[in-house]
């Protein structure tokens, strides 16, 4: 029976830390190699037979996944917030954070990370690339408005965005200089390309063979459309992974951070570990689900009355969370069952 082989992996831009033990501890080898393809496929052919090796989730750690799994007898990623917490030391360089990469791996106290597939990640991207249109769009939409406020120029706040209006302010208002002209066409001609593109990337993903149906399904619940359900399944991958509900709000970052001591607890801010991109989608849809579903409209009323319109958003976001783990986990589409109050004869 052959022993296995532990391989610690310190990841970076240009280089890769490693340190490969046996599993009574004892250092086999380590050393860095640079960040590539072909140095990774020699360095694999120096490797003892069986191995496995963990690497800390950075920025790069997702190629260097892809490269490594069809050649490990497992490969794991680590959590760097609570990885940092079991590693801390005084002396800190990429060859001591290889070691102990591979000794939390070989003493199986190694924080795993879920990795979403292959496919997944690279819809992600996708999706994430689009949100950074959005982001780019709504910028060039701000400084229209900057543009008009400096030169003291008058304009309908909610018209302005408007192809028609936006022509007529060019073309008739005085105000408008020579100067300005080219600045302001230019960036509505940038507000128009961007939206085209968004709404190209959001349709691609929608007719995605590995999207679509689990897409449609999530979509039958109130108040989710199309980016709100493209988010959890691209985010969430694997909807098996959460155990309970609450894991799934705590991911979202729908939940504030806790600290008790001696009977005493302290409910902290919204907690800061959580998928950023799923919170500002979820937190969107919320403020917006009141308007098309009573029942979350319900929520947020029994929410607003205690006085705060924030906590009835955050309400009714948990609330879509539950909704949509109990479809995504049954794939079966969202039903609605509505209680009737019966008087007893």
Same mark, same amino acid.
């Given at each position: 029976?052959?022993?296995?082989?532990?391989?610690?992996?310190?990841?970076?831009?240009?280089?890769?830390?490693?340190?490969?033990?046996?599993?009574?501890?004892?250092?086999?080898?380590?050393?860095?190699?640079?960040?590539?393809?072909?140095?990774?496929?020699?360095?694999?052919?120096?490797?003892?037979?069986?191995?496995?090796?963990?690497?800390?989730?950075?920025?790069?750690?997702?190629?260097?996944?892809?490269? !490594?799994?069809?050649? #490990?007898?497992?490969?794991?990623?680590?959590?760097?917030?609570?990885?940092?917490?079991?590693?801390?030391?005084?002396?800190?360089?990429?060859?001591?954070?290889?070691?102990?990469?591979?000794?939390?791996?070989?003493?199986?106290? !190694?924080?795993?990370?879920?990795?979403?597939?292959?496919?997944?990640?690279?819809?992600? *991207?996708? =999706?994430?690339?689009?949100?950074? =249109?959005?982001?780019?769009?709504?910028?060039?939409?701000?400084?229209?408005?900057?543009?008009?406020?400096?030169?003291?120029?008058?304009?309908?706040?909610?018209?302005?965005?408007? /192809?028609?209006?936006?022509?007529?302010?060019?073309?008739?208002?005085?105000?408008?200089?020579?100067?300005? *002209?080219?600045?302001? &066409?230019?960036?509505?001609?940038?507000?128009?390309?961007?939206?085209?593109?968004?709404?190209?990337?959001?349709?691609?993903?929608?007719?995605?063979?590995?999207?679509?149906?689990? %897409?449609?399904?999530?979509?039958?619940?109130?108040? %989710?459309?199309?980016?709100?359900?493209?988010?959890?399944?691209?985010?969430?991958?694997?909807?098996? *992974?959460? &155990?309970?509900?609450?894991?799934?709000?705590?991911?979202?970052?729908?939940?504030?951070? @806790?600290? $008790?001591?001696?009977?005493?607890?302290?409910?902290?801010?919204? $907690?800061?570990?959580?998928?950023?991109?799923?919170?500002?989608?979820?937190?969107?849809? #919320?403020?917006?689900?009141?308007?098309?579903?009573?029942?979350?409209?319900?929520?947020?009323?029994?929410?607003?009355?205690?006085?705060?319109?924030?906590?009835?958003?955050?309400?009714?976001? *948990?609330?879509?969370?539950?909704?949509?783990?109990? /479809?995504?986990?049954?794939?079966?589409?969202? =039903?609605?069952? @509505?209680?009737?109050?019966?008087?007893?004869?």
């Amino acid at each position: 029976m052959q022993s296995m082989y532990y391989i610690g992996l310190d990841v970076h831009k240009k280089t890769i830390s490693y340190c490969v033990k046996d599993g009574s501890g004892h250092i086999h080898s380590q050393g860095a190699i640079p960040a590539t393809r072909l140095d990774l496929d020699r360095w694999m052919r120096t490797l003892p037979q069986p191995w496995t090796a963990a690497m800390e989730a950075t920025l790069f750690t997702g190629w260097i996944y892809d490269h !490594l799994l069809p050649h #490990a007898a497992a490969l794991k990623v680590a959590h760097p917030l609570m990885l940092r917490a079991i590693a801390a030391a005084k002396k800190k360089n990429d060859r001591i954070d290889a070691n102990k990469i591979a000794d939390c791996l070989r003493c199986d106290f !190694l924080p795993e990370s879920y990795m979403a597939s292959t496919q997944i990640r690279e819809r992600r *991207r996708t =999706l994430r690339y689009r949100n950074l =249109l959005v982001r780019q769009a709504v910028q060039m939409k701000n400084k229209i408005a900057v543009l008009l406020m400096e030169a003291g120029v008058s304009y309908n706040k909610q018209k302005l965005h408007k /192809v028609k209006y936006f022509r007529e302010l060019l073309a008739t208002n005085p105000d408008i200089d020579e100067g300005l *002209r080219p600045l302001l &066409s230019l960036c509505r001609e940038t507000v128009v390309r961007l939206g085209k593109t968004e709404n190209a990337l959001v349709r691609s993903l929608q007719r995605d063979r590995l999207l679509a149906e689990r %897409v449609e399904r999530l979509m039958t619940i109130p108040a %989710v459309g199309p980016i709100t359900a493209l988010t959890w399944a691209l985010e969430v991958g694997d909807v098996a *992974r959460f &155990s309970s509900i609450k894991k799934a709000i705590r991911y979202g970052g729908l939940c504030g951070a @806790e600290k $008790s001591s001696a009977n005493i607890i302290q409910r902290m801010p919204l $907690s800061k570990q959580r998928n950023k991109h799923l919170q500002t989608i979820l937190i969107e849809a #919320a403020k917006m689900a009141p308007r098309n579903s009573p029942e979350l409209a319900l929520v947020y009323d029994k929410e607003k009355r205690r006085g705060n319109a924030n906590r009835a958003t955050l309400a009714v976001a *948990r609330k879509m969370v539950a909704y949509l783990v109990a /479809v995504d986990r049954r794939q079966k589409e969202f =039903l609605v069952i @509505e209680n009737k109050n019966r008087s007893a004869a």
